[in-house]
C-alpha cells in the first residue's frame, strides 16, 4: 500500500528526529553559502497546566484553553489548546510577560487566570471550573469540547464516550457497572439478562478489547457475566469503539473499551461509599504536596467492593451461600518535573467452594468438595512527559507528548469438581511495554502524527486432569512474543475534508507470523454540523478464549495463544456514516458497516486429547448491518440516547464450500452465530429536577437471537457381556438430547423496561443519595432458555425466564 507523499513526508520527519534523539534534537539551519542569517526568535516560554471540575475534583478531557495577553483590549489570543483525557494541556511559544489563561467546559462555568511567562521556563496553572447547569445557553455556541470536538477534530466512527457522572445516573442491577452500560449503545448485543458481556458488531464476545488505563483485562466479569469487574466509584469515563478504530489499537477484532480511573484533584481526603442489595463499595483519595506554582504534586484515589450475600444468608439463616467476589482498584498520579507518573492497579476474584453435600441427596452422591475460583490482577506505570522543545522542531507544532508504559496483568481459573475428580486450571500473565510519541499542530497546524510500539511476552499454562489419572488429560504451555509498531497521522486535507491514516505492523513469535493492517478514515464536512466518514481497517487477534459462543452465560473463559496450529485470527472493517449536530449537546449518527472474519477458532468437541492441534476448528464468516444513535449530551436536565442496530452475521468452516444458512453445521454448511440478532433497540434518559432529584429510564428491545433445536431425546441401554442382556431400565440414566439443525430456530423478542429514581441530600460537606431502581419494571417474562421433556406425554417445553421484577435500593455518601 502506498501512501500519499504529504503522508510520508511528515511521519518519515517524525521518525527521524526521534531517532536524532527526540527533545534534544534542534531545528534545522541554512547552512547554504551567502545564505541570510537566522534571525533569533523572541524570548518566549510556555504554560503548562490541568483543568478539573470543582464537583469532585475529577479532570476535563477535550477542555478549551486560551493564552492571551494580559490588558490587551482585543483578547487577542497567542495560543489554543484543548485539555487530554487527564485535563492536561501544553500552550508553548508564549512571548514573555503577563497573559491570561482561559478554560471552558461544557457544563461549566469559564475561569481564567493571570500569570507571568518568563524565558524559556515553563509556568504551571490549575483551572478549576465551577457546574453551570443553568448557564450552560450562554457559552454553547463557543464550546468545542467533549464529542464535538472529537467530530471536528478526529474522522473517527462508532466512537461514544460516557463520563461517569453519566454511568452512574442509570437504573442498574444493585448498582451502576460500566460493561452494562456499554450494552447499551449502538452496534452492542446484549445475549440476555445474565451477562454483562457482549458482542459488537457480530463479532465473537473475545474479541472486544477491554484496557483500564491502556493495560488490558482479559476477563472482565463476575458470576458468570452477571456483572462487571470496574468499581464505578474509581472511573472517570469510559470510551467505546465499535468499529475503524486507529492502528494504535491492536490485539482484538471487533471493538476497544477503553476505562479511564478517577483521578482526585481535591486537596486533603475525600470519598464515596455505596451501598447496595448486591455489594457494598468505597472510593478515598486526595491531594497532596505543593509544587513550585502551588498546585497539588500527587493525587490518589483507591476503591473497594465486596458482594455480602454469603455473609447475609448466613446470618440469617441455616443454610450457607459459597459464594462472593471482591475488587479492588488504585491510581496514583505524582508530578515529576514538567512530566507526571501515573500508577494504575486491580485485583480482583471470585470464589465459590462447598461440598456438593449441601445441595441435598440428589447431588450428594458425587460426594466431596469443589472450588471455582477467578480473578484479574494488573499493574502499570505510564509515564507522560511533554516535549515542549520537540514539538517547535516537528513541524512547528503546538504540542507534543511522550508516553511510555509498562504493564503486567494476569487472568487465572481454577475448576475442581469432587475433590479433583475433575479439575481444570488455566493461567494467563502477559508482561507488556508501549510507547507513543505524538505531536499536535504539526506542519501548519494540519497534521498530528503518531508513532508507537507494543511488545508484549505472554505466558499461558492449560491444565486439564484427575485425580483417577495417572496423567493430566491435556496440558498446554505456552509463551507467544506478540511484537507491534504502528504510524498514524491525522491530517487537515482541507477545511472540509479531514483523514486519519496509519498502519500496524504485527507479529506473533510462537506462530511464525507477521502482517501488516492499514487503518484509514476520511471525512468530508458538507457543512460544519453535518459530515460524512468513510473508513476502513484490517484487524488481527492472537489471543482466543476457548468457549462454546453458543452457551448462554458466560462462566469463564480459558484463553490460549497463536501458535503453529492456532493461527491467528482476521478481520476487516468498512464503515460509512453520516453525523450531524444540533447545537453543542446533540447529535445524531448513522453508520452502514460490513465485516469479514477469517480463522476464527471454536472449540472442537471431538477432538482428541492425545492430539495436538485439533482443539479448534476454524471458522470464517461475515457480518453486515447499520447502527442508528441519537444522543444529547449531558448539560442540560434532558439527557440520553436512542440506540438501534441492525444486523445480519453468518458462520461457516474454513475451507468448506459455502451452503445455505440454516444447513447442518456437520454437513459443511454456514449457520447463524448465537450473537445474530436482527433488530436492536436502547432508549436510555435522565431528567434532573433541579440539583437533587434525578430520574432515569431504560427502554430495551431485540428481536429473537437463534439457538439449537432439541428434537427429541434417547437414553441409551447398556450391554452386559458377562449376563448376555442388556439393561433393562432398572438403572437410571439422564436422557440425551438429540439436537436438530445449529442455531436453526429463535427465542421469541425481548423487551424491558428500567426506572430509577435518586434524591440527594447536603449535610455539610457530606452529600447523601438514596436511590430505587425498577430492573424489568412491568415483570416481562423473557425466555432464557427452553427445557425439554421428550418422556411425557406429549413432550413438553418449558421456558426458564431471564430477570422478574427486581426491586432494588442503594444509599451512596459522598464527602
Do not use: C
Request: glycine residues 12%.
Amino acid at each position: 500500500m502506498r501512501f500519499p507523499s504529504s503522508v510520508v513526508r511528515p511521519l518519515s520527519a517524525l521518525l527521524a528526529l526521534v531517532g536524532a534523539g527526540g527533545a534534544g534534537a534542534q531545528p534545522p539551519r541554512d547552512a547554504r553559502p551567502g545564505a541570510p542569517a537566522v534571525v533569533p526568535p523572541a524570548a518566549t516560554g510556555a504554560v503548562r497546566g490541568v483543568v478539573v471540575s470543582a464537583r469532585a475534583g475529577e479532570p476535563l478531557p477535550r477542555a478549551a484553553v486560551t493564552v492571551e495577553r494580559a490588558g490587551d483590549p482585543g483578547g487577542r489570543e497567542l495560543r489554543r489548546a484543548a485539555t487530554d483525557d487527564a485535563g492536561a494541556f501544553l500552550a508553548d511559544a508564549i512571548p514573555e510577560g503577563p497573559v491570561v489563561v482561559r478554560a471552558r467546559a461544557l457544563g461549566h462555568r469559564p475561569v481564567s487566570r493571570v500569570v507571568t511567562v518568563r524565558a524559556g521556563d515553563t509556568v504551571t496553572v490549575r483551572l478549576t471550573l465551577e457546574p453551570a447547569v443553568q448557564e450552560l445557553a450562554a457559552v454553547q455556541a463557543r464550546e468545542r469540547v467533549g464529542e464535538r470536538a472529537r467530530f471536528e477534530q478526529v474522522p473517527e466512527v462508532g466512537q461514544v464516550t460516557i463520563t461517569g457522572r453519566a454511568l452512574r445516573a442509570l437504573p442498574s442491577i444493585g448498582e451502576p457497572d460500566v460493561l452494562r452500560t456499554a450494552q447499551l449503545m449502538a452496534g452492542v448485543v446484549a445475549r440476555n439478562d445474565f451477562s454483562a458481556g457482549y458482542n459488537v458488531r457480530g463479532g465473537e464476545s473475545d474479541q472486544n478489547l477491554v484496557l483500564l488505563d491502556g493495560i488490558p483485562v482479559y476477563n472482565p466479569f463476575h458470576l458468570g457475566g452477571l456483572f462487571g469487574t470496574f468499581v464505578d466509584q474509581a472511573v472517570a469515563s469510559v470510551d467505546l469503539s465499535v468499529g475503524g478504530f486507529p492502528a494504535e489499537h491492536g490485539g482484538r477484532l471487533s471493538s476497544v473499551l477503553d476505562v479511564r480511573p478517577k483521578a482526585e484533584e481535591r486537596r486533603g481526603v475525600h470519598g464515596a461509599a455505596q451501598v447496595s442489595l448486591v455489594s457494598t463499595s468505597g472510593a478515598v483519595g486526595g491531594a497532596f504536596g505543593r509544587t513550585p506554582d502551588g498546585d497539588a504534586r500527587t493525587s490518589w484515589n483507591v476503591a473497594a467492593r465486596r458482594t455480602y450475600l454469603d455473609a447475609l444468608v448466613g446470618a440469617l439463616s441455616e443454610r450457607t451461600l459459597p459464594y462472593h467476589f471482591q475488587d479492588a482498584q488504585l491510581h496514583v498520579a505524582q508530578r515529576v518535573g514538567s512530566g507526571t507518573l501515573a500508577l494504575t492497579a486491580y485485583a480482583g476474584a471470585d470464589v465459590l467452594d462447598g461440598s456438593f453435600a449441601q445441595f441435598g441427596d440428589s447431588a450428594r452422591a458425587g460426594g466431596g468438595d469443589f472450588a471455582f475460583t477467578w480473578g484479574n490482577a494488573l499493574a502499570g506505570l505510564a509515564w507522560r512527559q511533554p516535549l515542549a522543545r520537540l514539538a517547535r522542531t516537528v513541524g512547528g507544532a503546538d504540542s507534543a507528548q511522550l508516553v511510555q508504559r509498562a504493564s503486567v496483568t494476569r487472568f487465572s481459573t481454577t475448576l475442581d469438581l469432587g475433590d479433583g475428580t475433575v479439575r481444570f486450571v488455566n493461567d494467563v500473565t502477559e508482561a507488556r511495554v508501549a510507547g507513543q510519541l505524538s505531536a499536535t499542530g504539526a506542519w501548519g497546524g494540519r497534521h498530528t502524527p503518531r508513532v508507537g510500539y507494543e511488545a508484549a511476552r505472554v505466558s499461558v499454562a492449560y491444565d486439564a486432569g484427575s485425580n483417577a489419572s495417572p496423567s493430566d488429560l491435556f496440558t498446554l504451555r505456552q509463551q507467544p512474543t506478540v511484537l507491534a509498531a504502528y504510524v498514524d497521522d491525522t491530517w487537515r486535507v482541507h477545511p472540509r475534508l479531514l483523514a486519519r491514516v496509519g498502519a500496524r505492523l504485527e507479529g506473533v513469535g510462537g506462530a511464525r507470523w507477521g502482517a501488516l493492517s492499514p487503518r484509514a478514515s476520511v471525512r468530508w464536512f458538507a457543512t460544519p454540523d453535518l459530515a460524512l466518514t468513510l473508513a476502513g481497517g484490517q484487524y488481527t487477534q492472537a489471543m482466543h478464549a476457548v468457549r462454546n459462543e453458543d452457551a448462554p452465560v458466560r462462566i469463564f473463559d480459558f484463553w490460549v495463544g497463536s501458535d503453529r496450529y492456532v493461527r491467528p485470527s482476521r478481520a476487516t472493517h468498512l464503515v460509512l456514516g453520516a453525523e450531524r449536530w444540533m447545537g453543542a449537546l446533540a447529535f445524531a449518527r448513522v453508520e452502514a458497516w460490513g465485516k469479514g472474519f477469517t480463522d476464527v477458532p471454536e472449540p472442537n468437541d471431538g477432538d482428541d486429547p492425545a492430539v495436538r492441534g485439533d482443539e479448534f476448528n476454524r471458522l470464517r464468516g461475515r457480518a453486515y448491518g447499520v447502527d442508528v444513535l441519537l444522543r444529547r449530551l449531558e448539560g442540560t436536565r434532558v439527557a440520553g440516547w436512542v440506540a438501534y442496530g441492525y444486523a445480519v452475521s453468518t458462520r461457516e468452516p474454513s475451507g468448506a464450500s459455502p451452503g445455505a444458512t440454516g444447513v447442518s453445521f456437520l454437513r459443511g454448511g454456514s449457520f447463524w452465530p448465537a450473537q445474530d440478532r436482527r433488530h436492536t433497540l436502547n432508549v436510555v434518559g435522565t431528567w434532573r429536577a433541579g440539583r437533587a432529584w434525578v430520574t432515569s429510564a431504560r427502554f430495551g428491545f431485540g428481536s429473537g437471537t437463534p439457538f439449537t433445536d432439541i428434537e427429541g431425546q434417547l437414553v441409551r441401554r447398556v450391554y452386559d457381556g458377562m449376563r448376555n442382556s442388556w439393561d433393562t431400565g432398572t438403572r437410571t440414566r439422564e436422557p440425551e438430547a438429540i439436537g436438530g439443525l445449529r442455531n436453526g430456530v429463535r427465542y421469541p423478542v425481548f423487551h424491558r423496561l428500567d426506572l430509577g429514581l435518586s434524591r440527594s441530600f447536603q449535610r455539610g460537606a457530606t452529600t447523601w443519595t438514596p436511590s430505587l431502581s425498577l430492573v424489568n419494571a412491568y415483570n416481562r417474562r423473557n425466555t432464557f432458555v427452553y427445557t425439554f421433556d421428550y418422556t411425557a406425554q406429549p413432550p413438553t417445553r418449558q421456558a426458564v425466564s431471564q430477570f422478574p421484577l427486581l426491586p432494588s435500593v442503594g444509599l451512596a455518601v459522598e464527602f
